[in-house]
């Protein structure tokens, strides 16, 4: 039914740890195979066409003679200058049916900032391995605190907080820990702290979810990487309701967020969302949908 199109040239790996490009290739097959759609790999044998990520304009060509009303494109597409497959594709809006966004705010994005037609954009969360194996709140952590892509200085002020509540925690940098590492410490505590930066989906956040764990956020306001044209609403988060979880933006909210969290810890559910959104069976339904509409 479905010809996956991908460049494993695109991946990079990080010792034990797959890039997040992989992983979205990896949970899409995965959640095809248990969904059992029949699909292809870099073959025209299908109906349609899924050209998860190129980053060549001449890897693009190659498939100019697929039809074009069968196609959709992403998540994993760079749009902006230095990219001349991304910069066609935003030129050239017939060659694909959809455009995937990861979430509503790249949708956004793509609409508001890259121009993209708003009817040519869509939103699609690759799914997430089912983690409920893993038992929350077994060991002697409480916290595990997940850091990525921001000041150190932030890091430390929430490891100077949980001291002085006396709360046992451990932290994992991004692009530091194995899958099973971080498994294994996810399953083994009563919360997580999320410390992250913008996600365009979040895929380590939603394995905890997958897992029921209550996650305290310090979230970001704004996606600012490309500079000041390109600035725009974002998130940590952007899968999110009060079942997962408190959030805050600012180092002052951190006492009352934490109060308020902590005494409810055993009412969250992000379970919920995660079955909602980005189990494998939600996944592939919406893939098709897209498809098919």
Excluded at 11 to 22: A, D, I, K, N, Y
Aim: with cysteine; hydrophobic share 35%.
């Amino acid at each position: 039914m479905i010809n996956l199109w991908y460049e494993e040239s695109y991946w990079s790996h990080t010792g034990g740890r797959l890039s997040g490009p992989e992983k979205v290739v990896q949970n899409t097959i995965a959640s095809l195979e248990q969904e059992n759609i029949d699909f292809a790999i870099n073959k025209d044998v299908h109906k349609y066409n899924f050209l998860m990520q190129y980053q060549h304009d001449e890897a693009f060509r190659k498939h100019e003679k697929l039809e074009h009303d069968t196609c959709i494109i992403g998540p994993q597409v760079w749009f902006f200058e230095n990219n001349p497959y991304g910069r066609f594709l935003i030129d050239n809006p017939q060659y694909y049916k959809k455009v995937v966004a990861p979430s509503e705010w790249v949708q956004n994005k793509f609409v508001n900032k890259l121009n993209i037609p708003a009817e040519k954009t869509c939103i699609w969360p690759v799914g997430i391995e089912d983690l409920k194996r893993y038992d929350n709140g077994v060991g002697d952590l409480d916290c595990l605190i997940y850091f990525k892509s921001r000041p150190i200085e932030q890091l430390d002020y929430v490891k100077k907080f949980l001291d002085s509540k006396g709360i046992k925690y451990a932290v994992t940098q991004y692009g530091n820990y194995s899958e099973e590492e971080f498994r294994n410490l996810v399953g083994s505590v009563k919360f997580c702290f999320v410390i992250d930066s913008t996600e365009s989906q979040g895929i380590a956040i939603q394995e905890m979810m997958s897992m029921n764990t209550p996650l305290l956020v310090w979230d970001v306001s704004e996606w600012d990487y490309m500079g000041e044209d390109y600035r725009v609403p974002a998130t940590s988060v952007p899968y999110w309701s009060d079942d997962c979880g408190e959030k805050f933006k600012d180092s002052v909210e951190l006492e009352y967020a934490f109060d308020r969290f902590y005494s409810n810890l055993d009412r969250y559910t992000s379970r919920k969302v995660y079955e909602s959104e980005f189990s494998y069976a939600a996944s592939v339904k919406k893939l098709l949908d897209i498809f098919e509409k």
